[in-house]
Structure formats: structure tokens, C-alpha cells
């Protein structure tokens, strides 16, 4: 990489930030496509957002993503928010106009992007979402973009799941999503056509442990797409065992690689090489991680 006087900025502030994965796969992209841009990690303490927003302006900053605990909070610093990551209540991509800082969610097209290459007919899929937290919000979203006609979120808190609901009434997606508790999860598994694990349950280092209980995961049809949203390990337990029931398994890692490839395309424009994203993940998580699923 070569840092020139004109090297435009851009970068994913989080706290902490260190783990993240996000520089690598950038940077990998931007020497691709010859770009003078350079993606770095930006360690923002909550209470100082605002004064980095503005800090960043002055500076010439062209966008960044966030993450955690970022997503929610940046929105009153934000001149426009779309009305997707409003919808959601996240923001992880931003990027900067005359009229100020901009925001939208690429984590959605980032999760339906594995799914939409399968040709499949969602209309009268039934989904099981795993999990009532941020990520589960993106997969809300996902599956109502998809077209698919059931929306059911498992949780084990009756109070989460409550406000879950509750945050998605004025939407549309209120009418075709149910929440549930964690404990009537045996009875939907059978007759999903998706399950969408959001829980870090099977995360690293925590690596033997599954959502599904035995009995759950042998009621999962052949044929059922299962999709952790989970990057290490590839494959989670989960997926290991739902693949020997025959359903299609899909890891995270696709997920970070496209809601990663949309924020670049953003700030860009420019062609973005999602090949050369993945290929750099995969060789960087290849050596502490199972084989991979797909
Ligand atoms: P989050 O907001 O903390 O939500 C986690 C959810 O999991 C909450 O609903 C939590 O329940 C639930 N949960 C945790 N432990 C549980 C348990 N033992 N039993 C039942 N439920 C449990 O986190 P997040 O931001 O949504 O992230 C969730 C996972 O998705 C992480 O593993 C993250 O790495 C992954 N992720 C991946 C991508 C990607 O690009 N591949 C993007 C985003 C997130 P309570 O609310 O009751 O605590």
C-alpha cells in the first residue's frame, strides 16, 4: 500500500475495535482496485462520538462503518439516516456530504446476499430467527426484502421479545412477524424453511455448544437452509449437525464480506472485487478454523 498526500480515509470505529476483521478485508480490496484510500481502525469511547464526528469532518474523513456500541447511538450526529436503518434501528455505514454525516445499514443486503443466489422462491418461506438482538433486527429486515411470509423470532427473555415486537408495529413487516419463547423452539424447527442463528452460542472459544438441543436439531428437514451468522468457527457446531441432516448450511463469513463490499461500493463507487474480500478472510481465519461449509 502506498500512502500519498491525497490518500483518502475511510475506517470502522468500535470500542473495542482490534478484533476487528474489517481493515484487512478492505485494505485487501482497495490495493485490488489500485484505489489511494486507506481503511484503519478508529477506537471510539462512547462518550466521545460526537467530538470524533466532528473531529472527522474537519479532517476529510469520506465514510467509516461502526459497530459495536456504535450502530444505535450515532444516529443524532447524523444528518440523514435511510429509512432502512431506521427501520432497524442501526446504523454501520456512514459516509460524508456537504449537508454532514450520512448513514445506512448494509448488514441486510450483507445477509441476504448468500440467500438471493440460491433461486429459491421465498413467498412461502417460514423463517426461525434465532436471538431478539441487533443482528436479529438485520435478519427482520432480510427476510421481509426477501419476500418471505413468516417471520418467527425466538428469545429467552419475554420482556426483549416483547419490546422486539413492539419496535416493529408501525412497519410492515409487524404483520407477518411473531416472537416466541426459547422453549417452544422444538415445535417451529420441523416446519422452517429458514433458521437464522443471531445467539453467539457456538462463537469461539465456546466452540461445542449449539442453540439447537439434540431433539431440535433431529427434527431439522432435509432440504432446510441454516444459516449462523457466526464467522469462527467455520463450520459452528450447529452446522455441522444440521448439514448431516441434509439441510444447506451457511456460515457468517459471507454475511461480514457482502455488508462489507456494499459499504465500500458506497464510499467508491467503483467495482468492488467481493472475490478478493473473501479470499483474504478465508486465508486469514483458515488456520484456527474447521473447513470451511461453502
Ligand atoms: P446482541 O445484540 O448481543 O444479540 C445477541 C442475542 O443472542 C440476544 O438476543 C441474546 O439474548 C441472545 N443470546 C445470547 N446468549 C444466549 C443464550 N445462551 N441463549 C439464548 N439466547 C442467547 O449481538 P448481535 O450484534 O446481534 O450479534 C449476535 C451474533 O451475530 C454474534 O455472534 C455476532 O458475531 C454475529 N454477527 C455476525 C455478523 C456477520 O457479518 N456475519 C454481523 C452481525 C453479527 P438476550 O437479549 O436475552 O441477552
Known sequence: ???????????????????????????????????????????IAPERLGEALT????????????????????????????????????????????AGWHGTNTDVAGFIAPLQTMGRDWSQATVVCLGNGGAARAVVAGADQLGCRSIQVFGRSPEKLAQFQQSWQSSPIGAKLSVHAWGDLAGAIGAADLIVNTTPIGMQPNVDVSPLSPAETLAIRSGTIVYDLIYVPRPTQLLQQAQSQG????????????????ALRIWTAADIPIGIMRQTLEQHLGGGSRSPVK
Do not use: C
Request: glycine share 10%.
Open 1 to 43: 500500500m502506498n500512502i500519498t498526500g491525497r490518500t483518502k480515509l475511510l475506517g470502522v470505529m468500535g470500542h473495542p475495535v482490534t478484533h476487528s476483521l474489517s481493515p484487512l478485508m478492505h485494505n485487501a480490496a482497495i490495493a485490488a482496485l489500485g484505489l489511494d484510500y486507506v481503511y484503519v481502525a478508529l477506537p
Open 55 to 98: 473531529g472527522l469532518a474537519a479532517i476529510g474523513m469520506v465514510g467509516f462503518n461502526l459497530t459495536i456500541p456504535h450502530k444505535q447511538t450515532v444516529m443524532p450526529y447524523l444528518a440523514e439516516v435511510s429509512d432502512l436503518a431506521r427501520a432497524i434501528g442501526a446504523v454501520n455505514t456512514v459516509w460524508r456530504t456537504e
Open 247 to 262: 439441510a444447506i448450511v451457511v456460515d457468517g463469513l459471507e454475511m461480514l464480506v457482502q455488508q462489507g463490499a456494499a
